[in-house]
């Protein structure tokens, strides 16, 4: 292999391999360049953005000088990379990392990559050309004493290198070329950090902790609950997930990335580097499921307080830290293969999402039932919030989808049904003061009934994708999870949504989304779920089979794919694609098991 694999600096979106500390991740293609890497958070600019802009963003990289295939896999349930590199010489091991601290993240930016010979010997060459943070500012490159130094406005990197050569510090990058054999191992790392000093830590200590990252990363993966012939690819996915979880607040990102584009070429990019209401309760589903209770509590706790923080009103996401986005700003940046805008913030935050009330209270009912207590003044909240969508619900708004048409969307209506449904349980359980609850259950009555004639399409013989249309929407598969259908409606709706909008095991959200956008993969394990509670199990089975292989590679999903290539599209690794498949799994395991009469699992 050599950089001839991409195309115009660019590198297939399936290319790429994650590794994360639990405050940020970085992307490495599989010619072993770091084209994404923000510090030190998910959320800062990127150190490297080479994803978005070859010329200027930024890159590093450890590989080969010369030509060479290359395999690679993360080391068993971590999130450390291993690339082995085969050359006429011979093959070099590199292992990636962002490296954690002997009690959890650290306190700085730690990247390592570690070569060790098995042949050779194998001449090596790395380089990182720091980014202009989107041609902002201008990177700074010089060395104190023997330390190399890289400055990017407040961005402060320093290079640490052992059995690796010497290091050339040119105007704009520093480079080294060194020989890897057997009887050594070579060491390149960065220590980064924002504002405050930079630690330079010796090779030894580096060489530690990424031992102890292995071990970490391990550690917390053996807590996966198991899933049965599914389990690997669950426990790969939660890795997954768990690379955009902000250890510090428990807020969970979407994506690591933004910008990249729903159709190379086109104008659908945006910045998924928030917690969404919707993806954070999907995903808190997902570590219920996992058992990860740690990840559960951190994650509801964040949701309460940016709610609680930012409220009354319900916003559709948060910043890491909990706060509101200042808007969209559009870069000027290539993008990625030249699909622009580029973006810088997301300006869905003001949009009406009714769905966002019933995903809150589906999560709230599940934290409760699992034995928790909710304190008084999260009961009050929650009452104020069931009272705001008791006062909207009948209004359009911008669905799921976050489009800008505003029309009564079904799956916004079920979403609303969801939240009187889950509000009344809350109130039966003693978590919620009943002050209400004779209103909400006439809501929820009004809502079914809403929903049952006038977002049902006799032509389709489906739900639609909103009220008084014939139009299909993936997202109604939703209403088996929570319960609205298992029904003869929803096995038909099924047929609908397979016959109009699925390519293969692929499905593109709704009608008409196959002219401008990839199928989304999340939609394909929602079918798995759907399937699975309407006890069509054989049909589930096969479709699941066919959907786990979707992944890259090491693992990795996007969030959307081109069915006529197998490209990826849009920001990954989605965090919506990845814990739809642990949600898929572990329904179709339990209906599974219940099907042998083996009754629930965990």
Known sequence: MTLERRIDGFAALSDYAVISDGRTSALLALDGQIDWWAVPKLDDMP?????????????????????????R?????????????TTESGTVVVTSALNTGASGRLPWTELVFSACARGGPVPMVWEFRPGTHFEDCTPRVAKLGEIPIVTIDNQTIAVVIDEAGLIECLDDRLRGHFIVDQQRRSLVAFTATKNVPVVVPTPDEIDRRLEDTKAAWQRWSSRVNECGEWSPYVVRSALALKTLVAERSGAIAAAVTTSLPERVGGPKNWDYRYAWIRDS????????NLGMNE?????????????RKNGPELHVFFTLDGGLDDGEVKLDVPGYRFSRPVRAGNDALEQLQLGNYGDLFDTILRYAMAGHVLDESTQTMLVGIAEQCRKRWRKPDSGIWELHKLRHYTISKIGCWVTFDRAIQLVECGQLPDSHVDRWRAERDEIREYIETRCWSEKKQAYSLCADCDDLDAAVLLAARTGFDRGDRLRHTIDA????????????????????EGAFVACTFWM?????????????????????ELTNDVGILSEQIDPSSGAFLGNLPQGLSHLSLINAAFTLNRAQHRARGGGETT
């Open 47 to 71: 150190v490297c953005g080479a994803l978005l802009d070859p010329a200027c963003g930024g890159y590093l990289f450890l590989r080969p000088e010369d030509d060479f295939s290359v395999k």
């Open 497 to 516: 949504i397979e016959d109009e909008l699925s390519e293969g095991v692929l499905i593109y959200r709704y009608t008409g989304a196959h002219k401008k």
């Open 295 to 307: 990840e559960v509590h951190n994650s509801v706790a964040f949701l309460i307080r940016a709610i």
């Open 528 to 548: 798995v779920e759907a399937l699975a509670h309407s006890n069509q199990l054989d049909r589930a089975q096969r479709m699941m089979t066919n959907a786990v």
């Open 281 to 288: 309760s999907f995903s808190i589903i997902a570590f219920f």
């Open 73 to 85: 896999r993360y080391v068993d349930s971590t999130n450390v990379l291993e690339s082995a590199y």
